[in-house]
């Protein structure tokens, strides 16, 4: 099984600002969420992260003994211009156009094709080899990011990359997709753990 888990919040995340490939640090509450995960993943064959601070940071949280493999596809999306403003700051022809065409370029950024081809890439490879990857008896784990780990869902779907803008996944979220008969099969999308004084959603 492929377990997607997307960070815990950050302070970005908090103030509702574009987070790409900038460092934004846990939060309180972040660091809560990426601990409590720690009871979901178990111990899986494999941790892979993005190379960003608060994936590595989320799964350093668990405290496991497995070394954290890096791979780069797994970052998130570059915003370009766009990276650290206010969602609310971009007009409503940027959202438009955006929404309506996967190959849309932020200004200095990364279309959502291009975050697609990169995940599909890495997907691929998890479950390229069965018993040694995703299709092993014990999960791969990946720690990630809300395009990326959305890119995964619409590749395991077979949807266009812009069924992303129909897809919400919270901080410290957990995804899974499993191999079925001859594709990918979503097994659980957007699953969240209690944290301190909370309820799973």
Same mark, same amino acid.
Request: proline share 6%; with cysteine.
């Given at each position: 099984?492929?377990?997607?888990?997307?960070?815990?919040?950050?302070?970005?995340?908090?103030?509702?600002?574009?987070?790409?490939?900038?460092?934004?640090?846990?939060?309180?509450?972040?660091?809560?969420?990426?601990?409590?995960?720690?009871?979901?993943?178990?111990?899986?064959?494999?941790?892979?992260?993005?190379?960003?601070?608060?994936?590595?940071?989320?799964?350093?949280?668990?405290?496991?003994?497995?070394?954290?493999?890096?791979?780069?596809? #797994?970052?998130?999306?570059?915003?370009?211009?766009?990276?650290?403003?206010?969602?609310?700051?971009?007009?409503?022809?940027?959202?438009?156009? #955006?929404?309506?065409?996967?190959?849309?370029?932020?200004?200095?950024?990364?279309?959502?094709?291009?975050?697609?081809?990169?995940?599909?890439?890495?997907?691929?490879?998890?479950?390229?080899?069965?018993?040694?990857?995703?299709?092993?008896?014990?999960?791969?784990?990946?720690?990630?990011?809300?395009?990326?780990?959305?890119?995964?869902?619409? #590749?395991?779907?077979?949807?266009?990359?812009?069924?992303?803008?129909?897809?919400?996944?919270?901080?410290?979220?957990?995804?899974?997709?499993?191999?079925?008969?001859?594709?990918?099969?979503?097994?659980?999308?957007?699953?969240?753990?209690?944290?301190?004084?909370?309820?799973?959603?």
């Amino acid at each position: 099984m492929l377990v997607l888990v997307r960070h815990g919040e950050t302070q970005a995340n908090a103030a509702g600002l574009l987070l790409g490939r900038s460092q934004s640090p846990l939060t309180e509450r972040g660091v809560a969420q990426a601990r409590a995960l720690g009871a979901v993943v178990g111990l899986p064959a494999r941790v892979v992260s993005s190379p960003l601070a608060r994936a590595l940071d989320t799964a350093a949280a668990w405290g496991l003994d497995q070394v954290i493999e890096v791979d780069e596809r #797994w970052v998130e999306v570059d915003y370009g211009e766009y990276e650290g403003r206010a969602l609310a700051d971009l007009g409503p022809d940027v959202w438009q156009a #955006w929404r309506a065409d996967p190959d849309y370029r932020p200004p200095g950024g990364e279309t959502l094709s291009e975050v697609g081809r990169r995940v599909r890439h890495a997907c691929h490879e998890l479950f390229a080899v069965p018993g040694h990857g995703a299709r092993a008896e014990s999960d791969v784990v990946v720690v990630s990011h809300v395009s990326p780990i959305k890119a995964a869902v619409a #590749w395991a779907l077979g949807a266009n990359d812009t069924v992303t803008w129909r897809l919400q996944l919270s901080t410290a979220s957990v995804t899974a997709i499993g191999w079925g008969h001859d594709a990918p099969v979503l097994h659980r999308y957007n699953v969240t753990v209690p944290g301190p004084g909370g309820r799973a959603r």
